[in-house]
């Protein structure tokens, strides 16, 4: 292999070729190396193609492709780890963009809890570390486990790594029996800038920035390259405990810090929402000096009595947020406008821009959200942009903020090219050809061609593989694109992934030996498929791809049935508009007439109910995990509160009947088991005596739950 051509005689074209050629043969690279035992390449020629890569794009930074080679930190370890089940899942944080955005914030909170706008509520404002997260594990004060966040539930075991970060204590005095310490693990601007020049001169791997090197290095397979990697760590929260650590977030703080953790200096009391803004302020005055990235300020109720009755959403605490600072802007070229067609048919526009770094990173795809959204018009039909139009050939002002795909923001038609024309937005799919209408009301054209639509089914195929829905090793968007076209083995509809084997086996076994695969890596992907046949109900019905269920209302939906049987059975009986199981999809707090019209229509089409079922017969469906809720008095009950309720909100309510194993519907139905009703409660008391419902006060519901 030439990998000796240096890189200052390239041209700007032959340097865009030659990054072109690495991405090939570095995923390459990557895919053999993940399905085959035998990789094309060394490590050391492997290696020798990255650096490569990185020296071309360090001289034209501009040509740095989204696919870049350098940005998939660890691509080739990833599979060394083994994997490690949290005892307490590690959460996410929900976003706050403005001060507006955190007066709610603490609004929201009063509402939860019932406190009136002047009573005293304290929260804790600390940056937020942009570095990846870790939990330690440490029973009888002796670090036992570290592992990565993974998707939350699942993460990697880099316990010995973990051992190698000087600001991780091996072990503690006075430990409780288990504790759990949660952080960022992350890399200085220094560490970083001295890293990457002795990779330089060693001929390693260069980072694209902090975050990646801290997660390249934490993610070794060989524990002693973490060693010689600076990794810094700070604590700011815990998972499991044997003993709480204190009563208020500060005080835990305080408590971890004098365990040995590095805590934030920056993490101060915040009596108002004034102060905490006033904090955000100044920690983003210093944001330049700290010698370390962050992209935010956290804010967290310190009251830990209070954290654990404002609990958590699927995938976030009510009693934490992460207030963001604002995003990076820069101008550029439009390029192009392309179109593509996702799983609902939607017709994207895509911005193609000369590239442009914003906020350190290269764009050059951005989205241009729908066909008003080019005109100059929001969804309400409102203007945007002074009704300014967006033409190809016109200079372009890119938005970028955290990880979400950048947009095109703004438009200065004073750069406008003579030859610019208004874009005309397609009426026909550019995949299949059919018409794309756009319904009324509906901001988004859609591909009418359904399933014969061949970028819907793969898109719709793709979402269905992805990590939140069946995530099968081995089988992600990139071999579903081989798979759909393929003349032996195709697939064409989720059920084709779980009979792959069997029709391989019809096929005379030819899967062994393809291009790029062998027995063995044949024999890797019928084993990951048959991992995921076992599946969580909620996943299921969330990688269908049903239009607006998504993962969270998705989990809704399965608690609230606990089995895919019943839930079948009830969606299907749903299509009676008049009948009591529409009410009841109705009445699950979080679905709406939209959603639930989407998934009774999904389960009353022929075509779509037919792939569905052919599916899960495949499958072993498992039922939603409700909470522990045995001798609980309500069980299983489906409970209804109405009224004014004066010992508790009715958020905080729902919440605690939930955790009680209770199904809480907003509306009253034959399928009522009881009615909470508070003073002033009207037409639901009424329907409920009719129908010769239980009815309780709020006393005696909080005497019925008592203890329970
Ligand atoms: S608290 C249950 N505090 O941000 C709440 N997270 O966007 C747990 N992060 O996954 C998180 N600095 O990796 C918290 N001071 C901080 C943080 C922080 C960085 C990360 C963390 C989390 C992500 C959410």
């Known amino acids: 292999m030439s990998n000796s051509i240096s890189t200052p005689e390239l041209t700007e074209n032959e340097?865009?070729?030659?990054?072109?050629?690495?991405?090939?043969?570095?995923?390459?690279?990557?895919?053999?190396?993940?399905?085959?035992?035998?990789?094309?390449?060394?490590?050391?020629?492997?290696?020798?193609?990255?650096?490569?890569?990185?020296?071309?794009?360090?001289?034209?930074?501009?040509?740095?492709?989204?696919?870049?080679?350098?940005?998939?930190?660890?691509?080739?370890?990833?599979?060394?780890?083994?994997?490690?089940?949290?005892?307490?899942?590690?959460?996410?944080?929900g976003n706050a963009f403005d001060d507006e955005d955190v007066?709610?914030?603490?609004?929201?909170?009063?509402?939860?809890?019932?406190?009136?706008?002047?009573?005293?509520?304290?929260?804790?404002?600390?940056?937020?570390?942009?570095?990846?997260?870790?939990?330690?594990?440490?029973?009888?004060?002796?670090?036992?486990?570290?592992?990565?966040?993974?998707?939350?539930?699942?993460?990697?075991?880099?316990t010995a790594n973990a051992r190698m970060v000087s600001d991780i204590p091996q072990q503690i005095e006075n430990a409780p029996e288990i504790l759990e310490v949660r952080g960022e693990v992350y890399m200085s601007h220094e560490d970083f800038e001295r890293l990457n020049a002795r990779q330089a001169e060693t001929g390693g791997k260069l980072f694209a920035n902090p975050r990646n090197a801290a997660a390249g290095s934490l993610r070794q397979l060989d524990s002693e390259i973490t060693r010689s990697r600076p990794l810094r760590f700070f604590a700011y929260a815990w998972g499991e405990l044997s003993a709480p650590l204190a009563d208020s977030q500060m005080g835990a703080i305080e408590q971890l810090n004098s365990f040995g953790f590095s805590t934030n200096e920056l993490t101060q009391l915040c009596e108002t929402t004034q102060e905490m803004l006033s904090h955000y302020r100044d920690?983003?005055?210093?944001?330049?000096?700290?010698?370390?990235?962050?992209?935010?300020?956290?804010?967290?109720?310190?009251?830990l009595a209070l954290q654990a009755r404002l609990g958590f959403r699927s995938t976030t605490p009510r009693w934490a947020i992460a207030h963001k600072f604002p995003a990076e802007l820069a101008w550029t070229r439009l390029e192009a406008i392309d179109i593509q067609v996702g799983r609902t048919g939607a017709l994207s526009p895509v911005a193609r821009l000369h590239p442009v770094t914003v906020g350190g990173v290269v764009v050059s795809n951005a989205t241009l959200h729908n066909e008003d959204y080019i005109v100059g018009r929001d969804s309400k039909g409102e203007t945007i942009r002074d009704g300014k139009d967006i033409r190809v050939g016109d200079w372009v002002q890119v938005y970028r903020a955290g990880d979400v795909i950048p947009k095109v923001a703004d438009v200065d038609v004073s750069k406008r090219p003579g030859e610019a024309k208004p874009y005309v937005f397609p009426t026909k799919c550019p995949e299949c050809q059919s018409d794309a209408i756009r319904e009324e009301g509906d901001a988004v054209r859609r591909c009418t061609g359904g399933l014969i639509c061949p970028a819907q089914a793969v898109e719709k195929l793709k979402h269905f593989v992805s990590r939140k829905a069946f995530d099968?090793?081995?089988?992600?968007?990139?071999?579903?694109?081989?798979?759909?076209?393929?003349?032996?083995?195709?697939?064409?509809?989720?059920?084709?992934i779980f009979t792959l084997q069997q029709r391989d086996a019809a096929n005379l076994n030819k899967m062994a030996n393809r291009k790029g695969w062998g027995a063995q890596s044949a024999g890797n992907l019928w084993a990951a498929i048959d991992e995921k046949r076992a599946i969580p109900f909620g996943r299921l019905l969330f990688a269908l791809g049903i239009r607006h269920t998504?993962?969270?209302?998705?989990?809704?939906?399965?608690?609230?049935?606990?089995?895919?049987?019943?839930?079948?059975?009830?969606?299907?009986?749903?299509?009676?508009?008049?009948?009591?199981?529409?009410?009841?999809?109705?009445?699950?707090?979080?679905?709406?007439?939209?959603?639930?019209?989407?998934?009774?229509?999904?389960f009353s089409q022929s075509a779509e109910r037919e792939s569905i079922d052919d599916l899960v017969r495949q499958l072993q469906v498992k039922d939603a995990k409700r909470p522990d809720s045995s001798g609980s008095p309500v069980a299983e009950k489906t409970v209804v509160f109405t009224g004014t309720l004066e010992k508790m909100t009715r958020a905080e309510a729902k919440a605690r009947a939930e955790a009680l194993g209770a199904k809480v519907s907003g509306s009253v139905s034959k399928k009522t088991d009881l009615l909470v009703a508070g003073p002033g409660a009207g037409s639901k008391a009424k329907k409920a005596a009719e129908l010769g419902i239980e009815t309780l006060d709020e006393d005696g519901w909080l005497q019925l739950i008592e203890g329970a």
Not at 283 to 303: C, P
Not at 482 to 495: G, S
């Open 472 to 496: 099968i090793e081995g089988l992600g968007a990139k071999q579903i694109e081989m798979f759909y076209d393929d003349p032996d083995l195709p697939i064409k509809a989720p059920v084709d």
């Open 550 to 602: 998504g993962e969270s209302s998705a989990n809704l939906i399965a608690n609230h049935y606990g089995s895919w049987s019943e839930f079948e059975r009830a969606v299907t009986a749903a299509s009676d508009l008049s009948g009591p199981e529409w009410e009841d999809l109705l009445g699950i707090d979080g679905v709406g007439e939209v959603m639930a019209r989407a998934l009774v229509s999904a």
């Open 15 to 93: 340097a865009r070729e030659e990054l072109a050629r690495l991405a090939e043969l570095l995923q390459r690279a990557n895919t053999l190396y993940h399905a085959e035992d035998a990789p094309e390449i060394s490590d050391a020629e492997y290696d020798s193609l990255k650096r490569r890569n990185a020296e071309i794009e360090i001289r034209f930074p501009q040509l740095k492709r989204q696919d870049s080679p350098s940005e998939q930190v660890g691509a080739r370890v990833s599979v060394g780890f083994s994997k490690v089940t949290h005892a307490v899942r590690m959460m996410s944080l």
């Open 103 to 158: 007066a709610d914030f603490d609004k929201s909170i009063r509402k939860y809890l019932g406190l009136a706008s002047d009573a005293r509520l304290a929260f804790t404002a600390e940056p937020k570390i942009d570095g990846l997260s870790l939990s330690l594990r440490y029973e009888n004060g002796q670090l036992i486990q570290a592992a990565t966040r993974g998707d939350g539930e699942v993460g990697e075991n880099v």
């Open 283 to 303: 920690i983003e005055a210093q944001r330049s000096t700290l010698g370390y990235d962050i992209d935010g300020v956290v804010y967290k109720v310190n009251d």
